[in-house]
């Protein structure tokens, strides 16, 4: 491994995804992202659909984020998911 490149081990391909929006869509994410601190579950504003932990909501967001294809970080997202 080179200076500077990470490898991701998880067990499942769900944790894969959900550390790939966490960490490298953390823009995308915030804007679709409301936490209500009333009721302290998490609302995709994308469909409204709420949930009530933070996994949940990362594992489903990666069917409403807008992505642009062009972006090389979408295409290596696209890889995990497929």
């Known amino acids: 491994m080179s200076d500077g ?23 995308e994410m915030k804007e679709i992202m409301q936490v209500n601190s009333d009721t302290k579950t998490i609302t995709c504003q994308m469909c409204d659909v709420d949930f009530n932990n933070s996994c949940g909501f990362y594992y489903h967001c990666k069917d409403c984020i807008p992505l642009d294809d062009s972006d090389e970080k979408v295409q290596k997202l696209k890889e995990i998911i497929a």
């Open 5 to 27: 490149e990470l490898q991701l081990y998880a067990l499942t391909k769900g944790n894969c995804v959900i550390h790939c929006l966490r960490i490298h869509f953390q823009d």
